[in-house]
């Protein structure tokens, strides 16, 4: 069995010679998840927020569905973005497969239904509180909307950061649309997979710990972000 | 149009015209009921609101008194009778302002939190600064503008949300218990907004347990009891001696419920 | 931030994470895992990039995925090695031609203690027929890769039907070479893998080469260019050149000249009259 003292000789060894592959790596890994989490966000905040204070019919469908899609398997993801971006897809003329963009658009489709999911549940706690005022001021919907996002931005981070680490560990998804092509579409996890597969197992657990502390950093940035501005405002 | 006091409306829109046009009073509720769950909560309740004084909303606990404001408001429908504001099936837009007993603050700042409410009312962003400075004074919160809404006491709270309703320049507006658990000098601020909307001829509905303060305010009492409007009764009058026997035991402390 | 704004940054954001695929100056290669794991393609193609300015970007998965791959038009360029499929491929008119580029070997390779009794066996046939015995632990791909389909071949000739022992002691992973062998060497299975990979594999554990110098173990290697008639969107130019390059001498002797821990990994075969 592997020395897991090796992995993390490994992981050290990596970061501190500055390894200018692994910097490729980790700065593609970023610029993926925070845009797929970005465009995400864009569609699920205001998704979310529709479903938790809008009256339309299939309201309640949608969100069995938003809620299952959360489990939405990568894999599943991966091959259906493949299927519509390969060549002899609909969207082939694109020429999109095996680029980056590909693989923000797989992730986006894995985070979004996340979003939405907690958004419409910060949304709807919040707006049992505000519900009575905001109908009195004759808010249209969108705006009303507007209030209650913007009233629970410190809660909604939370659900950004459920979708940026779901975005950040999968590699089912990546690993199909992007390709795994050196210095191309060869990121984080992906990478693990491959030095997994080269039984190179002290190099991959390295990585792997090198994603962890990329992410704790991550959450941890973010939520004292958050802990700064919500004492700011609840005190 | 109405008389408007020397230094403007009560919401300090001196120059400005009413952004509404005509008026929501007389509101008229004509038999109205509302049922929840084949719960009867409001039976076959009449009553007319108009003029530019103080209608004070009495009786126990669970009578319905924070119901009937809410289908005054028109954020509840009856599911039985009518409600007509100035002949109208709504209420105009913005010309109903609502106080909550528990305050409903935004999360954001004293300032945001009337700059919002300005907003939604439809006054232009270059107007908005100089009428949020009026408004926290009438509330006496000059001081609290930068302050998170959620960090106030409960009394600023209150104050606030009393200025936020009257930023609209409503006709009519809907206190439910405002006072409740408030300290004597923002309960004194908030009595003397509802005096100062009244002399601006805004007709105002005010729920309170309050003896000491029904009289202060009302200029006639509603009593409502189990769903049902028991009397309405010119202030003097009712607290001189209730007409119906469910206000005269409440009154002398024996109803409960 | 105001509406217009937030756009402009959505469509900012956008052109980022696209901006590699600006322009093509690259061809795609649908390979194996066999020649991605083992390194070559990181010794061999920064050569060929530098003198053409042509960039090769490498999708390695299995044989199979790679020619459905290619099938479906997502690839210029289809390198792998299962030579009956790759003529299917051809003479289906997905590929315009087929030629040689490199073999190596296969090898069996299993636990030091060999429970089947194999180790130094030269006839594969009677190996697979000895792990069926006794039934010893055998990690197969399952994976329809170029590996799985000679293995398959390979108990075929051996009269040995392992489908019906798939659960007991055949068991198959459904993965690529290197997690198969991972999954090897975790519970003591014998396993087939190109002789590339297991070179540059790190995880050995105990593990040995038993089997090995059978002409049915010959693994060959085969290059065909995506045909641009079905595939209007291939770089057929491009693609070509790097097929001719790979088949010159000078590609010939890069891959030779390709070693870890010394060994020669893939011998080159192109056929000199293929060549211009």
């Known amino acids: ?235 | 149009m109405r008389d408007l006091p020397v230094d403007g409306d009560v919401s300090g829109n001196a120059a400005g015209p009413r952004r509404r046009d005509g008026e929501t009073l007389p509101v008229v509720l004509d038999q109205v009921g509302y049922a929840a769950r084949d719960a009867a909560l409001i039976g076959d309740l009449s009553l007319t609101l108009e003029g530019a004084d103080v209608t004070v909303l009495m009786g126990p606990n669970g009578a319905g008194k924070s119901l009937t404001l809410r289908l005054i408001a028109g954020l509840l429908k009856p599911t039985s009778g009518t409600i007509r504001w100035a002949g109208r099936e709504t209420p105009l837009r913005h010309s109903v302002g609502l106080v909550f007993q528990r305050p409903v603050m935004l999360r954001r700042t004293v300032r945001a939190n009337l700059d919002h409410a300005l907003a939604a009312y439809g006054v232009p962003r270059g107007a908005r600064a100089e009428r949020i400075a009026h408004l926290l004074s009438l509330a006496q919160l000059e001081d609290r503008g930068e302050r998170p809404a959620r960090v106030l006491s409960a009394g600023e709270q209150q104050r606030l949300s009393m200025v936020r309703a009257l930023a609209a320049d409503p006709d009519l507006l809907l206190l439910d218990e405002p006072t409740a658990s408030l300290d004597p000098q923002s309960t004194a601020i908030i009595e003397g907004l509802v005096h100062r909307a009244a002399d601006a001829g805004v007709k105002t509905v005010l729920v309170t347990h309050q003896r000491g303060q029904a009289r202060r305010m009302a200029g006639e009492v509603a009593f409502i009891h189990r769903g049902r409007l028991t009397e309405v009764t010119p202030a003097r009058r009712f607290f001189d001696r209730p007409q119906s026997d469910a206000a005269r035991a409440y009154m002398a402390g024996e109803l409960l419920v | 931030m105001k509406p217009i704004k937030a756009l402009a940054f959505a469509a900012g954001l956008l052109a980022f994470a696209g901006s590699a695929a600006a322009e093509d100056t690259f061809i795609i290669v649908q390979s194996t895992t066999s020649t991605q794991n083992s390194g070559l393609y990181d010794a061999l193609l920064p050569g060929f990039t530098d003198k053409t300015g042509i960039e090769v970007r490498v999708v390695a998965v299995g044989t199979g995925q790679a020619i459905k791959n290619a099938r479906n038009c997502d690839g210029d360029v289809l390198l792998v090695h299962a030579k009956p499929a790759e003529e299917k491929f051809v003479a289906d008119g997905y590929g315009v031609s087929r030629a040689d580029v490199m073999y190596n070997d296969f090898v069996i390779v299993g636990p030091a203690d060999d429970p089947a009794g194999i180790a130094g066996a030269s006839d594969v046939g009677a190996a697979l027929g000895a792990i069926g015995e006794v039934q010893a632990p055998f990690a197969s791909r399952g994976d329809d890769s170029g590996t799985h389909k000679k293995e398959l071949s390979l108990w075929a000739a051996a009269a040995v039907d392992p489908a019906s022992a798939s659960g007991t002691w055949y068991r198959e992973t459904g993965s690529g070479m290197g997690a198969t062998l991972n999954t090897a060497v975790g519970m003591g299975a014998y396993t087939i893998t190109d002789r590339a990979t297991w070179i540059a594999f790190g995880n050995k554990g105990d593990f040995e080469i038993h089997v090995e110098g059978d002409a049915a173990l010959f693994n060959q290697y085969g290059v065909i260019a995506v045909n641009p008639e079905k595939c209007p969107n291939v770089r057929a130019e491009k693609a070509q050149s790097f097929i001719d390059w790979l088949l010159s001498q000078e590609g010939q002797q890069e891959i030779a000249d390709y070693t870890r821990d010394g060994q020669q990994l893939f011998f080159p075969n192109a056929d000199p009259a293929k060549v211009n």
């Open chain 1, 1 to 235: 069995m592997q020395d897991f003292g090796a992995a993390f000789a490994e992981a050290f060894r990596l970061i501190v010679s500055g390894d200018a592959a692994l910097m490729e790596i980790v700065l593609l890994s970023l610029r993926v998840t925070f845009t797929a989490v970005f465009f995400a966000c864009l569609i699920g905040l205001p998704l979310g927020a529709a479903l938790a204070v809008g009256r339309f019919p299939g309201r309640g469908a949608i969100t069995v569905f938003v809620n299952a899609l959360m489990g939405l398997p990568p894999v599943v993801v991966g091959l259906v973005v493949y299927m519509m971006l390969s060549a002899a897809g609909p969207l082939g003329v694109l020429q999109l497969l095996y680029t980056p963009t590909a693989m923000v658009i797989a992730q986006t489709i894995l985070v979004t239904p996340i979003v939405a999911a907690l958004t419409r549940q910060v949304v709807a706690d919040l707006n049992a509180e505000y519900d009575e005022y905001l109908r009195s001021l004759y808010l249209p919907r969108g705006r009303m909307m507007a209030t209650l996002l913007w009233d629970a931005r410190h809660s909604l981070l939370t659900a950004a950061l459920a979708g940026l680490g779901r975005a950040f560990a999968e590699v089912g998804a990546v690993m199909i649309v992007g390709g795994n092509i050196n210095h191309v579409t060869r990121v984080m996890t992906t990478a693990i997979a491959l030095e997994t597969s080269r039984g190179e197992l002290a190099l991959a657990l390295g990585l792997g710990i090198i994603l962890v502390v990329m992410s704790v950093t991550i959450n941890a940035a973010l939520m004292s972000v958050r802990h700064t501005a919500e004492r700011h405002v609840h005190a």
